[in-house]
């Protein structure tokens, strides 16, 4: 239905910025919402933010309010991430994700609302 591809990651040092982006192809008309999960070490996938793909609202998760931007190019069927003022504490493996089952009212911040998963990349922030 709808392959997802993120890059953008890398290493980067404390209160620097990066930008992690993910290419949608496939269904993408289909295409309701996109969305980033990230999970460390020894944790589970966490919510980070999502972006309705008609109209472009956008929420975040409390961690990365005023941080973290999420926004798309409906051109090039890319969402993307953009990261500034970073911790340590964002070291993480960055998954996008989209949902492709229609319209809904939840806020999307669970694993299960999504249908198609990027593989991941690799966000480093040293100290």
């Known amino acids: 239905q709808v392959q997802l591809v993120d890059s953008g990651g890398g290493l980067v040092q404390a209160g620097g910025s990066l930008r992690v982006s993910c290419a949608a192809s496939?269904?993408?008309?289909?295409?309701?919402?996109m969305g980033w999960f990230r999970q460390s070490l020894g944790k589970e996938r966490e919510f980070v933010a999502n972006?309705?793909?008609?109209?472009?609202?956008?929420y975040y998760a409390d961690s990365v309010k005023g941080r973290f931007t999420i926004s798309r190019d409906n051109a090039k069927n890319t969402v993307y991430l953009q990261m500034n003022s970073l911790k340590p504490e964002d070291t993480a493996v960055y998954y996008c994700?989209?949902?492709?089952?229609?319209?809904?009212?939840?806020?999307?911040?669970?694993?299960?609302?999504?249908?198609?998963w990027g593989q991941g990349t690799q966000v480093t922030v040293s100290s």
């Open positions: 972006i309705k793909w008609s109209g472009g609202s956008t």
């Open positions: 496939g269904r993408t008309s289909s295409t309701y919402a």
């Open positions: 994700a989209a949902r492709t089952r229609g319209l809904t009212t939840a806020k999307g911040v669970t694993t299960l609302w999504y249908d198609s």
